[in-house]
């Protein structure tokens, strides 16, 4: 069979490129029993794939030169020698930025089409939203009354931090770019909305936020982060899953050099800052998450939003507004079907 | 009664100066009923002082022009018109930098002259023990087999917190300012011992933590952090209780700016960093310190050491000292007897 596919031919400088992230066609070998053979319905494009393309120490090992760029897709069962699947079955995997793929069947987990739509695996009912619910209870542990405060706040993360702070009685305060931005977060149920390219951003945020910062759920950095940081309280949270704003950066910025003073509003406000991936809470929280989330979005009370592009051939353009945040909630390439 | 005092009478400018921090003598009110008079033995100096006489937010209110300087006493009753304690009894207070002090009894502790030198109230068994007890067993958590790194290692902090370490199954390397400290470390049980002052000081550091860093209590800051950070395991702990290399700063130093490095550390490690004043500890962990921490001093499992200096008129040298790391132990100033 053959796949189309993105591979990395040379790791970005800066923005990524076509040049950097090539369409290529490929065949690939037939799946030997414990394999199936899938065909990509939605690849999701995800911030942290940024790290996967640079060879910087990191969490996870970068994708090598040559290789087909990873990431997690939804597919369609095309053949199973090992009868695991049915063909025709949808399942999530993490098939990468192609059309077809062999993958292992115990990566694979079959997806229940009366469920939910089987692209929330990769969003709400997945990585995105599990990123949100684990760190938000297990680090930043809103209490009723609290303020929470979270960026890219229309996005996959930022929504469902936002609505889950509210389901825990904490007051939601969204960051985004744009009015438009804006207006969805107030769609969703969060107490206020602020756009972070807006003159006043930082009055913005202080009237939003009459009683400081309790908990600040980090996924842009940059900017955003400068301004929270004088109005987080003492024994604030800060779950730290991503620092968007960041990843293109090639130097580090001019001075002065402000890791001291970091680290003083840390000691004087007896802070805590807590690096996380979400796989470190899998095994202790992913079927609470689902049970929870599955039941919060039957109920209607946490929304969610998708922006599906077409065709694979617009994944690095995608993938580059994503990191600008060109995308309006969870961004997924629709390969097929 | 007279006092002789010394009192903030200007905000330092960097290093504190006897023209910030003169001595006078001044007229203590009698004490009534609730109260007592006291007599200073010994006063304790902490780095943290350095804090209560600028007026930057930070944990604790600053001392005001004119006060008389805060801190930990051990003092002898002189007068005690309420007969809650004895004349002659010893108690731990709050009595500042003065000879003598007029204090509410409800802020008193009676020291047992059998159980240990009256001194270690202020030192092992007192607020430095405590914080790196509680810093060190809350939010370090070290594992048997793990590394811990502290730095300003002959201090009553970091002397405790290796310890403390070591008893809990990890492997504790000290950073200490010259050979005769560093070998003083051996003598305490460190693992290893390193001089910060010396020209190979990270390929020491390398040497000495060759499964890289779990625990790193910071106390310090400055080059002894930017010498641990790349060191730092994936899920390392850092409790974060002082940072005194940066206490007589007046401005941030030159860049880059390295604020979004070490967020992208913490992200890419996991890693978890809190800030912390050992008194949010002290209802839950307090009575455990003690009986732990006289335990392990009874059967010798703890030793400790302490730096008294002679005379309230050598305080400020002396606490100029502290700041600059000439403190071998626990620094004390013998007031009276």
Redesign the interface.
Same mark, same amino acid.
């Given at each position: 069979m053959l796949t189309t596919r993105i591979v990395l031919a040379q790791r970005p400088h800066g923005e990524p490129t076509s040049q950097d992230l090539p369409l290529e066609s490929a065949q690939l070998p037939d799946p030997t029993p414990g394999q199936a053979l899938l065909e990509t319905l939605y690849l999701s494009l995800d911030p942290y794939m940024r790290?996967r393309m640079s060879d910087a120490?990191?969490?996870a090992a970068p994708v090598e030169i040559g290789q087909t760029m990873v990431g997690g897709t939804v597919s369609r069962v095309l053949q199973c020698p090992g009868y695991e699947f049915a063909l025709g079955d949808i399942v999530l995997g993490y098939g990468g930025w192609q059309t077809h793929s062999v993958e292992q069947v115990s990566g694979l987990r079959h997806l229940d089409l009366e469920a939910a739509p089987v692209s929330t695996a990769l969003g709400v009912l997945g990585m995105p939203g599990f990123t949100a619910y684990s760190g938000l209870l297990t680090i930043g542990k809103p209490q009723p009354g609290e303020t929470v405060v979270v960026a890219a706040a229309t996005g996959p993360v930022g929504s469902a931090v936002g609505q889950i702070a509210r389901l825990k009685g904490a007051r939601a305060v969204g960051i985004a770019g744009g009015p438009e931005k804006v207006a969805i977060l107030q769609d969703l149920g969060f107490d206020a909305g602020i756009d972070r390219r807006s003159d006043d951003f930082r009055a913005r945020l202080a009237e939003a936020t009459p009683d400081g910062i309790d908990v600040y759920f980090?996924n842009v950095?940059?900017a955003v982060?400068d301004a929270v940081l004088p109005r987080l309280n003492?024994f604030a949270r800060m779950p730290?899953?991503?620092?968007v704003s960041?990843y293109n950066?090639t130097? +580090?910025? =001019?001075?002065?050099?402000?890791? #001291?003073?970091?680290?003083?509003q840390? +000691?004087? =406000?007896?802070?805590?800052?807590? #690096?996380?991936?979400q796989t470190?809470f899998v095994e202790a929280q992913f079927a609470d998450f689902q049970r929870d989330m599955s039941g919060w979005i039957a109920d209607g009370s946490v929304g969610y939003l998708e922006d599906v592009v077409d065709g694979l051939d617009q994944a690095v353009e995608a993938f580059r507004g994503l990191l600008r945040g060109d995308n309006v909630g969870k961004l997924l390439i629709r390969v097929s079907g």
């Open positions: 790290g120490k990191s969490y980090e950095g940059g982060f003492s730290v899953c991503g620092l960041d950066t130097s +580090l910025p =001019k001075g002065p050099d402000r890791l #001291g003073l970091l680290m003083r840390i +000691l004087s =406000k007896s802070l805590a800052v807590r #690096g996380f991936i470190e």
